[in-house]
C-alpha cells in the first residue's frame, strides 16, 4: 500500500502542468539473458546448467533544478527456482527468493545549495576499496550467486551537506533490508556429502524491527581523501542456527536452519592516497555486538590501484582480527574474504572489447578463487560476455566450500 | 591548455576563439594570453558525438553532454555519457585549478561509487577514446612556458607555431606541446603533444565558428600516433554563458542522473 501511494504522488507531481513545462526524463535499461554451466553436481544440487532473465527500466524524472525523482523495475526469470512464482510486485525484496517483479528503486532527490536530501528506496554506498569494503554497511547484497553478488535497495533518508572538501553525511533507514542468503537446497549452500541424507528445512528468518542509522565525515584534499563513519543498526548477513526438526513419527532425522540478524555497531574509516606509482587505497570498521552471540571483530583493507595504459590493477590484502569470538555459525561473505590477498585487474583490448580477471587467495591457501571475462559490444545496444570461474580448497574454508560451483557464464544483453 | 597550451586542449577549451580585428603578437605568452582570454565564458553547455576510429576503420560512437562553469584554471566541469545505453549515466567531474592539475572523480551508476582519478592515472584514454583523463582538463595559460618556434599555415590559414612546456613537469604525461594558433583569430588549430621525443597525440581543430562572439572549433579529431586510432569529437548544440549553479559540479551532484 505505501508502495502504491508513493507511486500515485510520484505520477501526481509528474503530471501536474508546472512540472512538464521543465521536466527532463531520462531512462536507461537492459534485457540480459545469462547461462550458467557448472563444471560438476552438488552434493544437495544436481542441476548444472541454470537460465537466468533480468529486464531492468530505471526512469530519472527532473521536475525541477532541485528535485528529481528516481523510479526503477525489475523484471526476472530463472530455471532454476530462484525466482519467485507470483507477479506481484515486490516493493521491499526481503523474499527468500528474488522477485518477479520488484521495485528497484523509487527515490525523490531535493538539493538546495549544499544540501541534498535523497528519500525514498535508494542505493548507499560508503567505503574506498573493492572486493572486500568493509565500512559499506547500507550495501545489503544478493548472495543467490555467492561470487557474484548484485547489491540491493534500501529504504530510507540520506541527507549530505557538502562544504567545500568536507562531506557530512548522514543515513536513516526505518526498515531494515537483509541480504539475500543462497537457497539452502540450491549448491551455494554448502552441503558436505556425508551430510546430504538429512534434510535442511528452512526455519525462517527473524528480521528485526527496529530503525538503523550513520553518520559519515569525508574529507578531500588536495592528495588525500579520507573518511571516518559510524553505524549503528542491524548486520544484514546473518546468526545461522541450525537445530533438529520436528518430522513426523517414522521418518529420519531433519534440520531446521534460521537466521537472525544482531544488532551491530561499527566504527570505521577510509583513505585514499595517491603516490608516484600506485594509489594507496585503505579501509578498516571495527564491528561490536551487545547480542552474546555475535562477533566482534575488525575488518581491514589495504589495496594499491594503478591505471597504466589500456590496464587497471587492483591487488591487496583483506584482513581479520577477532576481538571476540561468540558465534559458531555465520553467513559472512565479508569475513570470508579476508585473511586473503585479492586482486583484480581488467583490459580494454579496443572500443568495444575488454578483458578482466579476479582473485582471491587465502593465506593459508585452504581457499582460492579466480575469475576470467572476456566481453565485446556490437553496435550501439549488444553485448555478449563469457566468464569462467575456478574454485578450489577445502571444505572447512569459506571459499574451499564452493570447490564443486566452478562455472563457466555466457551472457548476452541489449541495452537501451 | 590541457596537453600543453593553456586551457586549451582541453575540452572545454577546445572551443577556442578568436576574431578577425586582433593585432598581432610576438610574444608566445602574449599570444597565448590573448587566446585564452579570447575564450572567456562565464558557462558553457555542449552535446558531443565521439567516433572512434581504431586502426582498421571501425567505428564506435559515444555521446556526452558536457557543461563546464567558469573559464580556464578557474573553471568546473561536468561530462556524462548519453550513449551508448550502456554507460548512459556514467559522469565525470573535472575541478580545475590555476595553479596545479585538476581534481577528477568518475561516477559509475553501475555500482553506485565515485572514483577519484589520480594524478598518475590521468594518462590512460577515457573511455575507450583517444582522449586521456589529462585531456579533458583545461589549463591555465601560466602553468606553462612559451617559445615561439615559427609560423605555419593549418587548412591555409597562417598560424603561429609555439611550444609550450609544463612549469611542473611531473603534471603532466607530455613533457612539451607544439600549438598552432591562427594569427586571423586566435584560434586554436592543432597541438601535438609528446612525451619526451616521442608525438604521443594530436588534436586539429576543425569548422572553426564563431559561437556568441566566440570562436570555436566545432569539430576537434584526436589522434593517438601510438595506436594508430583517432577519435572524432563533433560539438552540437554549443552554447555560452548558459544559467549554471555551483551546486550542480559537486560529487552529490554528478550521482544524480
Known sequence: ?416 | MSRGQAGTVTLGVALLIGSLHVRAADDARQIVEEAQKRTDAASQRYEGLLQVFDAKGKIADKRWTFERLGSHGRSKAVLRFTAPAEVKGVALLVVNHPDRASDQWMWTPAIERDRRIALQDRSTRFFGTDFSFEDLEERDVDQYDYTLVGDDAIDGAACWKIQSTPRQSKSSQYTRSIVWIRKDNYAFARIESYAKDDLMRRLNYADIRSVQGIWTARQLEMTDLKRASRTRLTLDKLEYNVPLKDEDFTLQAIRRQ
Open chain 1, 1 to 416: 500500500m505505501r508502495a502504491r501511494a508513493a507511486l500515485l504522488i510520484l505520477a501526481a507531481a509528474l503530471a501536474s502542468p508546472s512540472a512538464l513545462e521543465a521536466q527532463t526524463i531520462t531512462q536507461r535499461g537492459f534485457a540480459d539473458a545469462g547461462l550458467f554451466l557448472f563444471a560438476q553436481a552438488a552434493p544437495n544440487d544436481p542441476t548444472r546448467e541454470v537460465a537466468d532473465l533480468l529486464a531492468r527500466e530505471e526512469i530519472f524524472v527532473k521536475p525541477a533544478g532541485w528535485l528529481q525523482f528516481a523510479a526503477g523495475l525489475d523484471v526476472r526469470a530463472n530455471s532454476h527456482d530462484q525466482v519467485d512464482e507470483g507477479w506481484r510486485l515486490d516493493v521491499s525484496d526481503r523474499g527468500e527468493r528474488r522477485p518477479r517483479l520488484g521495485l528497484r528503486r523509487l527515490a525523490a532527490t531535493i538539493t538546495r545549495g549544499a544540501l541534498t536530501i535523497d528519500a525514498g528506496k535508494q542505493f548507499i554506498r560508503w567505503g574506498k576499496t573493492d572486493i572486500v569494503t568493509p565500512t559499506d554497511r547500507f550495501a545489503p547484497r544478493d548472495y543467490l550467486d555467492v561470487v557474484d553478488p548484485e547489491f540491493l535497495g534500501v529504504t530510507g533518508v540520506r541527507g549530505v551537506v557538502q562544504a567545500k572538501g568536507n562531506t557530512f553525511e548522514a543515513v536513516w533507514l526505518p526498515r531494515f533490508t537483509p541480504s539475500r542468503v543462497p537457497l539452502l537446497d540450491q549448491r551455494w549452500t554448502a552441503v558436505p556429502p556425508a551430510a546430504t541424507a538429512i534434510p535442511l528445512f528452512d526455519g525462517a528468518a527473524v528480521l528485526p524491527d527496529g530503525s538503523q542509522a550513520g553518520v559519515r565525515w569525508s574529507r578531500s584534499g588536495d592528495r588525500v581523501e579520507f573518511s571516518a563513519s559510524f553505524f549503528d543498526g542491524f548486520n544484514h548477513l546473518p546468526n545461522v542456527d541450525v537445530r533438529p526438526a520436528p518430522t513426523p513419527l517414522g521418518a529420519g532425522p531433519a534440520l531446521a536452519v534460521s537466521r537472525t540478524y544482531p544488532s551491530i555497531r561499527t566504527y570505521g574509516a577510509d583513505a585514499a592516497l595517491p603516490t608516484r606509482i600506485f594509489t594507496i587505497k585503505a579501509e578498516a570498521a571495527y564491528f561490536t555486538s551487545a547480542s552474546a552471540d555475535t562477533d566482534q571483530y575488525v575488518l581491514y583493507v589495504v589495496q594499491l590501484e594503478r591505471q597504466t595504459g589500456e590496464w587497471v590493477f587492483v591487488g591487496g590484502y583483506a584482513g581479520e582480527a577477532v576481538t571476540a569470538r561468540r558465534s559458531s555459525l555465520v553467513f559472512a561473505p565479508d569475513r570470508g574474504l579476508t585473511r586473503a590477498i585479492v586482486a583484480r585487474a581488467s583490459y580494454t583490448i579496443g572500443p568495444t572489447k575488454s578483458v578482466a580477471f579476479e582473485g582471491a587467495v587465502r593465506q593459508n591457501g585452504d581457499g582460492a578463487y579466480t575469475r576470467a571475462e572476456y566481453s565485446q559490444a556490437r553496435g550501439q545496444h549488444w553485448r555478449a560476455t563469457i566468464s569462467g570461474v575456478a574454485i578450489g580448497g577445502r571444505e572447512s574454508d569459506f571459499l574451499g566450500q564452493y570447490h564443486r560451483n566452478s562455472h563457466v557464464k555466457a551472457s548476452l544483453r541489449y541495452s537501451f
